[in-house]
């Protein structure tokens, strides 16, 4: 494992790592080679590169023909132009017939657009694949669990999308913690009375949330939510079983992502209410810090919510 700080760059030490060991992938660039940090994966491996340009849907099929080749082709950009630009060619063409394509979608979420402004922030993706089936849905939390995300999407058969940051987000886990199928770790367990599901990289300021609801005297448990709708979520139902109060965090609209997901398995298995903390309208251009704190991502702000429903 290369050195890496951000998940652009863990994405490059990833697939820059399985070519050196052998394994078959390739790296389809819709000129994203700068921005996903691979340019030296393309000098190494020109061979295992294919550059299309500003062509996401082309990007897309190209990786869809590959992968009938025995190839296991990544297609790695921003989140919004793969999963709303490219949309119908993910669908029709990858996982209509569940094809071996991988997907690397960065700049998800609010605060990884910060400065860009609303066209380069992306919180509809998750919504968007968790109605198309056959998708396998990773949201790693920190550049580590990308690294180690990008890998085991290349162990399992079937399309799969990753969502990660602008690359600028704190570290969560150990960097040699593995990316856990079991679709949910807990990371904090101060108490089950309130269990706050989250994931990704808003998950600092969850954890930072649960070090004031201590000091409050009010109890939570913080588990991250890795997988979306994955095949085995039978630990989640645990957890949603032993909390009395549920709450969801996620820098995604509030409808279709985490907190849709938790109320359908809480319907499902063991109805309760459900408070989800995520976004309601459009964002805007800012500084990373002060989106999250002025659309509701704040700890202070987190804690109020729990205390509230207590």
């Given at each position: 494992?290369?050195?890496?700080k951000g998940?652009?760059?863990a994405?490059?030490?990833?697939?820059?790592?399985?070519?050196?060991?052998?394994?078959?992938i390739?790296?389809?660039?819709?000129?994203?080679?700068?921005?996903?940090?691979?340019?030296?994966?393309?000098?190494?491996?020109?061979?295992?590169?294919?550059?299309?340009?500003?062509?996401?849907?082309?990007?897309?099929?190209?990786?869809?023909g590959?992968?009938t080749?025995?190839?296991?082709?990544?297609?790695?950009?921003?989140?919004?132009?793969?999963t709303?630009?490219?949309?119908?060619?993910?669908?029709?063409?990858v996982?209509?017939?569940?094809?071996?394509?991988?997907?690397?979608?960065?700049?998800a979420?609010?605060?990884?657009?910060?400065?860009?402004?609303?066209?380069?922030q992306?919180?509809?993706?998750?919504g968007?694949?968790?109605?198309?089936?056959?998708?396998?849905?990773?949201?790693?939390?920190?550049?580590?669990?990308?690294?180690?995300?990008?890998?085991?999407?290349?162990?399992?058969?079937?399309?799969?999308?990753?969502?990660?940051?602008?690359?600028?987000?704190?570290?969560?886990?150990d960097?040699?913690?593995?990316?856990?199928?079991?679709g949910?770790?807990?990371?904090?367990?101060?108490?089950?009375?309130?269990?706050?599901?989250?994931?990704?990289?808003?998950?600092?300021?969850?954890?930072?949330?649960?070090?004031?609801?201590?000091q409050?005297?009010?109890?939570?448990?913080?588990?991250?939510?890795?997988?979306?709708?994955?095949?085995?979520p039978?630990?989640?139902?645990?957890?949603?079983?032993?909390?009395?109060?549920?709450?969801?965090?996620?820098?995604?609209?509030?409808?279709?992502?985490l907190?849709?997901y938790?109320?359908?398995?809480?319907?499902?298995?063991?109805?309760?209410?459900?408070?989800?903390?995520?976004?309601?309208?459009?964002?805007e251009?800012?500084?990373?810090?002060?989106?999250a704190?002025?659309?509701?991502?704040?700890?202070?702000?987190?804690?109020?919510?729990?205390?509230?429903n207590?």
């Open positions: 494992m290369k050195d890496f998940t652009r760059e994405f490059a030490s990833a697939i820059n790592d399985m070519a050196d060991e052998g394994k078959d390739m790296f389809i660039s819709p000129d994203s080679l700068k921005a996903m940090r691979a340019v030296p994966f393309a000098e190494q491996y020109p061979d295992r590169y294919v550059e299309v340009g500003i062509a996401e849907q082309c990007s897309v099929d190209v990786a869809a590959l992968s080749c025995g190839i296991t082709p990544f297609v790695a950009t921003y989140a919004g132009f793969l709303m630009r490219a949309c119908e060619q993910m669908r029709t063409f996982a209509y017939p569940n094809l071996n394509v991988k997907f690397l979608g960065v700049n979420g609010l605060i990884g657009g910060e400065r860009e402004g609303v066209t380069h992306f919180y509809e993706d998750l968007i694949l968790s109605s198309i089936p056959n998708f396998t849905i990773f949201i790693p939390a920190d550049a580590a669990q990308t690294y180690w995300a990008v890998r085991k999407a290349y162990e399992i058969s079937g399309p799969v999308y990753i969502r990660a940051a602008s690359g600028r987000e704190n570290d969560i886990y960097r040699q913690a593995p990316f856990s199928m079991d949910v770790t807990i990371l904090k367990d101060y108490g089950k009375k309130n269990v706050i599901f989250a994931s990704g990289f808003i998950l600092d300021r969850v954890l930072e949330a649960a070090e004031l609801l201590k409050a005297g009010i109890g939570v448990t913080v588990a991250d939510v890795n997988i979306l709708h994955g095949k085995n039978e630990k989640i139902v645990d957890l949603i079983k032993q909390g009395h109060k549920l709450f969801t965090v996620e820098d995604h609209n509030i409808n279709g992502g907190g849709s938790i109320c359908q398995l809480s319907c499902e298995n063991d109805p309760k209410s459900v408070t989800r903390i995520g976004l309601t309208s459009f964002g251009s800012g500084m990373a810090k002060e989106l704190d002025s659309y509701g991502f704040s700890p202070e702000n987190i804690c109020g919510i729990v205390k509230n207590q």
